[in-house]
């Protein structure tokens, strides 16, 4: 079975300084990793995804994330973070095949000004 | 959001009532998926489709039935709906290679009484 665990259900950051948003998964075989994001009483956008090669993905809005095998993690990171960023975020994981995603129980991003 | 809509947007029910919610796509899309989010849980998988008639179950499908006659529609049906299925359900599509992207529609917010 896969899973996905997102450790801290809230991050507090200030305007300007780097966020990150931490996710460890679990799956069999080679892992397809996502990062989406949810703005209030909208449905999830699609920030970025790990498939294969590099190991630092960069995304939409100026978000990345850093592929770990080893430690099996895909955290979300933003150099300077905006007001604008703040949200739910969503890691989740699928294996090649089935196609089926699992996701996390979400992140709670907040920029403060 | 990706040329998905769902109907209806919110729906308030009572107990033991049938409920119909509608996917749409105008991506001609071969995957098709329906989940639930509930607080703390993240999203969790109702039912997928893989094609014009052919679905299959997900994490959380008891209470739920699924159909899609056509490319374009999905539809979710609760044949009795409960308390417990008081949810936001969203709806989401991905193309046929292996490392397409799910995107989900705007979701419905279905109340049950």
């Known amino acids: 079975a896969q899973s996905v665990a997102q450790p801290e259900d809230q991050v507090n950051v200030a305007e300007g300084n780097p966020l990150t948003v931490k996710c460890t998964y679990s799956?069999?075989?080679?892992?397809?990793l996502f990062w989406y994001v949810q703005y209030p009483n909208r449905g999830l956008q699609f920030l970025l995804k790990?498939?294969?090669?590099?190991?630092l993905v960069k995304g939409s809005y100026g978000f990345e994330a850093e592929f770990n095998k080893s430690q099996t993690s895909f955290h979300l990171k933003k150099p300077s973070a905006l007001v604008s960023d703040s949200a739910l975020y969503f890691c989740?994981?699928?294996?090649?095949?089935?196609?089926?995603?699992?996701f996390g129980s979400g992140t709670q991003l907040t920029v403060l000004p | 959001d990706a040329g998905i809509t769902q109907s209806p947007r919110h729906k308030v029910t009572e107990t033991g009532t049938p409920v119909t919610l509608r996917c749409h796509q105008t991506?001609?899309?071969?995957?098709m998926y329906w989940y639930r989010q509930d607080p703390g849980h993240g999203l969790r998988l109702i039912h997928y489709?893989?094609?014009?008639?052919?679905?299959d179950k997900g994490e959380v499908s008891d209470g739920y039935s699924v159909s899609r006659s056509k490319t374009e529609d999905f539809l979710l049906t609760l044949e009795s709906a409960t308390s417990s299925q008081t949810s936001v359900y969203f709806c989401?599509?991905?193309?046929?290679?292996?490392?397409?992207?799910?995107?989900f529609g705007p979701g419905t917010r279905l109340t049950v009484l």
């Open positions: 989740a994981v699928r294996a090649a095949l089935p196609r089926q995603l699992t």
């Open positions: 799956v069999s075989g080679n892992p397809y």
């Open positions: 790990y498939i294969t090669g590099d190991n």
């Open positions: 991506e001609n899309h071969r995957y």
């Open positions: 489709s893989y094609g014009v008639k052919d679905t």
């Open positions: 989401a599509i991905a193309g046929t290679d292996t490392t397409d992207t799910q995107y």
